[in-house]
């Protein structure tokens, strides 16, 4: 198989009438690493939703674009064929570890009832402790009698992990796993869904709204803005020479350890999901911007090998 | 210079048993001082914010604000106005049913009794030196964005005419974008109006854009002290080597993974992580903290400054130029 | 965030309608209280026409065992109930409001448990036992002002058991609320105790306690009706709901009318309470 394997293109999700993503399209490879990153109201999480087939459930729906998973068009999929996907295919790590889990049931049992509908050929007791192991915690005989609230906000987290993991997915979505989770256990977090990728030659989505994370965790990176995609490619690339005004600006915010210098801020909010606009979302906050931004339609225009852009003037941006 | 506020060996405990949430603690704040407080959840940290805000009273020590103890001061001293906070959940932290316009102007007419009208003018005055425009003034919390919330939150202390900004995370519910433009606005309020602040953060990069002296705790003691930017780049205590390393981006600092039940009631508190425990270390409390350089850390094996600097792995955000 | 987005418009949509039907439904109930005893030619307890008389043209309800007019008798009834339950929940309100937010907001521990304590021991006081322990000390000939023989007695008995439920509900908010940042800001700024209960907890508790007080009324008004039904309640020959549907159980098989009625006021009133309640219970804080 060629190309990539997860494809989102032009993706638009309406929920209630309101537009929250207009034109997202984010790509990742097999074993592949994509950072997604965006503020509130960027639909990050949508476009997870959306991958993951969920949006049925908040009266989403597909409006136009195409997803395509291992080369199969995911927006008309049925509820049986996502059943085949999800999980199995794609496994997902929501934010909240504390309110995923039952907190009445113990860790082994909640991990061996994923396991009997996921992977139902298994021995669901030892592949509990298998994906106990797997996610790196110690003594794996002991977590499986535990409930979560005498777990760590970590532990819990890689507890969630092995759940996703049950399926033996292709794919792991992360979204946002290590927002509540203090620096050293991030470290060690983001530490494990590397190793997890290599080791099981799984590609990762990590979503989130810190850039460091990305740089340090992914090989590409989606900068996403109001529901659409500003700017995608190399996560170094994107970093270190970034070509979208908003990028450039989010970093430029970004408070660094090495300098105190005065922070160059973005004057404004970003706006509410689902707001509509025309033009360029962006445009009322950037400082590149003329009155031709607010008109129109915006695509991503590649600037260099892998590396796209939606901005009318990108050129006089990066010079 | 004689410290504006000043916590002297404070504990603080809930509940009998179990350790103190903060366990015999030194902090004194010079005027106009910026200083950072570090630490992880559970350091003790905001706990420590309050007690200093004087609105939690420790279990023993005493904090004392221009020299006299918080529990000598009356509701309506004017050495309460000294001191003020501003909180993590900018909404949180507003009176629901009141606008932003009369939350300040509440405040001004509590302290300083002017007329009706004279307070409205000062709190909306207020309001838009915190950036806010006059249309945002009249509106509830609910009707606000997070960082409009946290302007309205600093207006409101600001209107108290404070010496210390107590700041408890003032950032971290906000978005990147966001948090730019309020840490440069506490930093231009340093600046103009001789604030000092107290800067209560897990961010590292956070507390090293606001502060020239930082101080991290670790499950209730301050483990290290000095100059902010000093710190982060060669950090003394075990602990922060660690957290400077976990930073993404950054690397050096390790940690022991495996738990050692024999040293859970060790005097040094990290010392279960820490990679460089040794035998000797039991005596942490009676070590000398003074390190050549003029620097701190409640370690006995701690790395001295000339040691080899923590690392960039990575360009963090070479863009920036 | 878009997902709360559609489930607050979802229930704002829900909430519009139930709160319009529950509200249409009890001014309608309200307002023949009032004017169906003005409009009509003869009392309560007028003798209209021959007992047992089915529902007609002239008596939509039919008549009862002395031949009294049902109809009007249901909406005289009716002022009697509704004004039995204004009383007892508003001042349950305003007392329990008040004690539950003095004892948690208090700093002194004794004078909250003191009170707690009351508290527990007027709810753990079984209800039915109470009245009729009142209705010996009272009398149930006894009236009050403009309270018939027998409604004093109810009135009583309710508030005692009633405003306790109030004062729970008010000391558990203002407990939560005491923690919230806003309430510590208010401390840190030096507000006086008075002012951060007045400006900062009162709206918040009274919130919480004004909307369980609108399903209270449907509880009051069951209850109030419910001891009549017992044959404790307001005594004869005044008419309310429970007394009138008490009269008619004995014939209920051949003269369904007198005791049908009644209920289904009584029923459709309830509805529309808990319909008003429901919706101002969900109003997100």
Sequence with gaps: ?319 | MTAILEARAVTKRFGVDGPPAVDGLDLAVAPGAGVGIVGESGSGKSTLARMLAGVLPPTSGEIAVGGRPWTAVDRRDQLRRRVQMIFQDPYGALNPWLSARDAVAEVIRFWDRPTRAEARERASQLLADMGLTADAMGRRPRGLSGGQCQRVGIARALACAPDVLIADEPTSALDVSVQAQILNLLVALREERGLAIVLISHDLAVVRHLTEDAAVMYAGRIVERAPTHEMFRSPAHPYTRLLVGSIPGMSGGEARTAHDPGVADHPCRFAPRCPRRADDCIAVRSHDPHLPGGRWAECVHPHLPAAAPVQRTQTQHGGRT | MTVALRTRLDRGRRRGASLWWGTGVLSAVVLLCVLAPLLSPHGPNEIVAVPFSAPSAEYPFGTDALGRDVFVRVWVGGRLDLVIAAIVVGVSLAVGTVVGIVSGATPRRWLDALLMRFVDALVAFPFVILVLALIVVVGRTRSFWFLPPGAPAIVIASLLVNWSIYARLARAETMSLRGSDHVAAGRMLGYPQSRIVGRHLLPGVVRITASYAVADVVIVVIATASLAFLGTGVQAPTAEWGSIMYEGRAVLGTSWWITTFPGLVLAVTGLAVTLIADALLKVER
Excluded at chain 1, 161 to 177: K, M, S, T
Excluded at chain 1, 261 to 274: C, D, H, K, N, R
């Design chain 1, 1 to 319: 198989m060629t190309g990539p394997l997860l494809d989102v293109r032009h993706l638009s999700v309406e929920v209630a009438g309101r537009r929250v993503l207009h034109d997202v399209s984010i790509a990742v490879d097999v074993g592949g690493s994509l950072g997604i990153v965006g503020e509130t109201g960027s639909g990050k999480s949508m476009t997870c939703r959306a991958a993951l087939g969920l949006l049925g459930r908040i009266g989403g729906a597909v409006v136009a674009g195409t997803a395509t998973f291992a080369g199969r068009e995911l927006t008309a999929l049925s509820r049986d064929g996502w059943r085949a996907i999800r999980g199995r295919q794609i496994g997902f790590v929501p934010q909240t570890s504390m309110s995923s889990l039952d907190p009445v049931m113990r860790i082994g049992r909640q991990i061996e009832e994923t396991v009997r509908v996921l992977d139902p050929g298994a021995d669901a007791r030892a592949r509990s402790l298998e994906l106990l192991e797997a996610v790196e915690l110690p003594r794996a005989d002991r977590i499986v009698r535990r409930h979560p609230h005498e777990l760590s906000g970590g532990m819990r987290q890689r507890v969630m992990i092995a759940l996703a993991l049950a399926g033996r997915p292709r794919l792991l979505i992360a979204d946002e796993v290590t927002t509540a989770l203090d620096v050293t256990v991030q470290r060690t977090i983001l530490e494990l869904l590397g190793n997890l990728r290599r080791q099981l030659d799984m590609a990762l989505v990590l979503v989130t709204h810190d850039l460091a994370v990305v740089e340090s965790s992914c090989e590409t990176m989606a900068v996403l803005y109001a529901g659409a995609t500003v700017e995608a490619g190399p996560a170094g690339t994107l970093c270190t020479a970034p070509s979208h005004p908003y990028t450039r600006a989010l970093i430029a915010a970004q408070p660094l350890l090495t300098d105190g210098g005065p922070l160059a801020s973005i004057p404004g909010a970003p706006p509410e999901a689902g707001t509509p606009h025309d033009g360029c979302a962006f445009a009322p906050r950037c400082s590149h911007a003329d009155g031709l931004c607010l008109g129109g339609t915006l695509a991503l225009e590649p600037v260099s090998a892998g590396h796209v852009v939606a901005c009318r003037r990108v050129r006089e941006v990066v010079r």
